[in-house]
T-cell receptor, first 110, second 112 residues
Framework: GENVEQHPSTLSVQEGDSAVIKCTYSDSASNYFPWYKQELGKGPQLIIDIRSNVGEKKDQRIAVTLNKTAKHFSLHITETQPEDSAVYFC?????????FGSGTQLTVLP | SAVISQKPSRDICQRGTSLTIQCQVDSQVTMMFWYRQQPGQSLTLIATANQGSEATYESGFVIDKFPISRPNLTFSTLTVSNMSPEDSSIYLCSDMTYNEQFFGPGTRLTVL
């Protein structure tokens, strides 16, 4: 089955700096890669996703890149704000089933 | 995206008892899922809730422990049976629409 690895497990940045979270996947058949943000006491919220026919996607301060050859994808958050502090999960879909990474605790320091 | 609600939002239960968690979606969805998130961990798929038929369970999860119902396209229940402290987790309902997957707010379960 699919295996998704996520790094780093924790990340602290100064407000206004950029944050990058990286994931690798194992199943070359995976074709959909969502990112979720989970705030304390809440369910995961889909913030951006990318499909295998696209190399990059951007939505305001958030961007995701995908390298199919290397089987890795990354989340980029620019101009970070304190409200970006949360746990972020990457995921990969193979056979319509999501496999999640282990999560990254992002802390944005004011 | 569909709005997903869960009840209860949290509960504290005694060892050996059972708890049924309800999941309601505000529109008809093809696929519904149940996940478990243990403290400080990632999400693990328990099962796919199939409308009108038995749920499809992932390795390590069995129907006797986690019976699931899905009587229609907007509602599902997950029961955590004969609970032990190891069942203390967040249980999340999820739906898939146009290949995008969304999650409910979760049910935080503590077993004493």
């Amino acid at each position: 089955g699919e295996n998704v690895e996520q790094h780093p497990s924790t990340l602290s940045v100064q407000e206004g700096d950029s944050a990058v979270i990286k994931c690798t996947y194992s199943d070359s058949a995976s074709n959909y890669f969502p990112w979720y943000k989970q705030e304390l006491g809440k369910g995961p919220q889909l913030i951006i996703d990318i499909r295998s026919n696209v190399g990059e996607k951007k939505d305001q301060r958030i961007a995701v890149t995908l390298n199919k050859t290397a089987k890795h994808f990354s989340l980029h958050i620019t101009e970070t704000q304190p409200e970006d502090s949360a746990v972020y999960f990457c995921a990969a879909t193979s056979a319509r089933q999501l496999t999640f990474g282990s999560g990254t605790q992002l802390t944005v320091l004011p | 995206s569909a709005v997903i609600s869960q009840k209860p939002s949290r509960d504290i239960c005694q060892r050996g008892t059972s708890l049924t968690i309800q999941c309601q979606v505000d529109s008809q969805v093809t696929m519904m899922f149940w996940y478990r998130q243990q403290p400080g961990q990632s999400l693990t798929l328990i099962a796919t809730a199939n409308q009108g038929s038995e749920a499809t369970y992932e390795s390590g999860f069995v129907i006797d422990k986690f019976p699931i119902s899905r009587p229609n396209l907007t509602f599902s229940t997950l029961t955590v049976s004969n609970m032990s402290p190891e069942d203390s987790s967040i249980y999340l309902c999820s739906d898939m629409t146009y290949n995008e997957q969304f999650f409910g707010p979760g049910t935080r379960l503590t077993v004493l």
